[in-house]
């Protein structure tokens, strides 16, 4: 049984930031990489960033490079989106979610969190 709780979306001016947090259940968190996605209404889920199992190795979407950080801290099975100069086209759902294989698209990804919403205004 695995269970994926996201926390820390909300409302933020442009240019602002945000934490998202991703609390993991399980004794097996760190033999799993992890992605974050996220979906804008009308438009297809997307990754974000992703992390190996390790922490070792990150990946990012070209459109938030420079702006995002994943990380996790596999001693409290929690993985973290920090997102920095925040833009009107950040908003949307965000969800995190655990790798059956470390690629990057949903399908790659066998459990996914509820989302959390992040809304960015101008």
């Known amino acids: 049984q695995v269970q994926l709780v996201e926390s820390g979306g909300g409302l933020v001016q442009a240019g602002g930031s945000l934490r998202l947090s991703c609390a993991a259940s399980?004794?097996?968190?760190?033999?799993?990489?992890m992605g974050w996605f996220r979906q804008a209404p009308g438009k297809e889920r997307v990754i974000v960033a992703r992390i190996s199992r390790s922490g070792g190795s990150t990946s990012y979407a070209d459109s938030v490079k420079g702006r995002f950080t994943i990380s996790r801290d596999n001693a409290k099975n929690t993985v973290y989106l920090q997102m920095n100069s925040l833009e009107p086209e950040d908003t949307a759902v965000y969800y995190c979610?655990?790798?059956?294989?470390?690629?990057?698209?949903?399908?790659?990804?066998?459990?996914w969190g509820q989302g959390t919403q992040v809304t960015v205004s101008s």
């Open positions: 979610a655990r790798a059956a294989v470390y690629g990057t698209s949903p399908s790659n990804y066998d459990y």
């Open positions: 399980g004794r097996t968190f760190s033999n799993y990489a």
